[in-house]
């Protein structure tokens, strides 16, 4: 099992930024992948960033293309943490921001509760 703790959402205005983190415990390592997902309201969720760990060739981020050059997934394994900047903040990535963790069954399996983000126009 693996739990999830996001944290660092608010609110904040259009171009600004926030520091999203996800604290992991339980049978996690550091070639975990690891993803960030949000949901808007009336919306379903959809993906936002992720970061896949290789023993060879280091971690291996990827984006939607609606966070391109703004978002920026990184990890620190010392502290268990995966972290979401996100800057150039638009009204449109207001949401409901999601940790998650990959499972043996190649999907995602493993969500933290959510952490609210609201951009202001």
């Known amino acids: 099992q693996v739990q999830l703790v996001e944290s660092g959402g608010g609110l904040v205005q259009a171009g600004g930024s926030l520091r999203l983190s996800c604290v992991a415990s339980g049978r996690t390592s550091s070639s975990s992948t690891m993803g960030w997902f949000r949901q808007a309201p009336g919306k379903e969720r959809e993906f936002v960033a992720g970061?896949?760990?290789?023993?060879?060739?280091?971690?291996?981020?990827y984006y939607a293309d609606s966070v391109k050059g703004r978002f920026t997934i990184s990890r620190d394994n010392a502290k268990n943490t995966v972290y979401l900047q996100m800057n150039s903040l638009k009204p449109e990535d207001t949401g409901v921001y999601y940790c998650s963790a990959l499972g043996g069954t190649g999907k995602y399996d493993y969500w933290g509760q959510g952490t609210q983000v609201t951009v202001s126009s």
């Open positions: 970061v896949s760990g290789h023993a060879w060739i280091g971690d291996t981020t």
